[in-house]
């Protein structure tokens, strides 16, 4: 295991919240002890686990030196990553849900990536996986090549016109953050979100970064169809609210104009994103109304720095909360359409290579069935027959 002096080399802490998770906790903590570079040391927060993984992670823990446990009370995740923080003695920090799986190269890539090309931020591909059969979907990169492999500010993509919602999603475990930045700028996760947490710190650390490195590497595999997942649970306004935190951190730095290009685009991202996801109907009223209240004159404001791939939902949304359902209802419907188109493409290339298989089945049968093959294969076996006999009339 690496060394703890922080002087010497790059020191990765991973940092874990686990609440009840005893069905998935293995095999997560598995792919962090197949790192192919250990990382300086995995944090374990347990949040008043009741299902025995408090008692995992302390028998963990006293065989393994690479993972610490820390117990507190049922806080929740904010509160949990929080106390990773705090605790954590590395000079660059990981985040990794306890239900998801770490590719083997995730330590050892950041830790090359930190070495040789520094930044406040370092963020990386993903893919998605799913629990009935561990199929796996390659989740989008950022389309823009030019980005890739060299530190660059949030003032640069302003530059270019790039909403920084296109070069990364509100996930912190796609996010290595230098630890010098975490603690001078003052971040941490705000305890009062129960979800979206995670959109308030990357902005927050985005707005005070002065570099940020794009990987194209897929280092994180995120578990789909958790029926305990929070993405699966009401959220009612917390996006809103940690848009508030955003916004509020921009302001006390001096940047939120200078900044609006990001901020505009979040705002319609995380609007268009609430809506097509809404809990139920109470939801979605809820969710329509806080925006057209708050948001609405602000994203009006700077419509032309809006990015292409939201502006029709946010025209739909201007027509009110039925054309919005009904372009939402046409989009899903054609998603739905090149799903089956997709699947029917598949499904015939499955046929055909069936078909191939079947081909190649018959004509090894008729190959061992034809005399040539019989020929050559006595003349294969007469030399370990003849040796066997000779050896039986030794005896």
Sequence with gaps: MESTDRSDAVGISIIIPVHNDMEHLGACLDSLKAQTLAPLEVLCIDDGSSDGSSEFLDNLCARDPLFRVVHQQQSGVSAARNRGLDAARGSHILFVDSDDVADPSLVRTCHSAASSRPAHLTIFGFDEFYRQDYATIDRELCDVDELYDRPFTLDHLSSLSIPAFR??????????????????????FHEDLATSEDLAFIYEALIASDSILLLKDRLYHYRRGNPGSLTRAPRGLAGFKALDYVFAFARSR??????????????????????????????????????????????????????????????????????????????????????????????????????????????????????????????????????????????
């Design 167 to 188: 070069v990364v999603t509100p996930n912190v475990w796609r996010i290595m953050f230098e630890r010098e930045l975490v603690d001078k700028s003052g971040i941490r």
């Design 254 to 395: 001096g940047c939120e104009q200078r900044f609006s290009l990001h901020l505009a685009n979040i705002v319609a991202d995380l609007t268009c994103y609430a809506l097509s996801t809404a809990y139920d109907k109470n939801e979605f009223v809820e969710l329509v109304s806080e925006y057209d209240a708050k948001w609405k004159p602000f994203v009006h404001s700077h419509e032309e720095a809006i990015d292409h791939c939201l502006r029709a939902s946010l025209e739909a949304l201007d027509g009110g909360a039925m054309d919005f359902l009904f372009f939402a209802y046409d989009r899903s419907r054609a998603d739905l359409d090149s799903f089956r188109l997709f699947e029917t493409y598949q499904r015939h290339r499955a046929d055909v290579a069936e078909a191939e298989v079947q081909k190649l089945r018959g004509e090894v049968d008729d190959l061992r069935n034809s005399t040539s093959y019989r020929i050559g294969n006595m003349f294969v076996r007469f030399p370990a027959r003849f040796k066997n006999l000779f050896n039986t009339r030794g005896d």
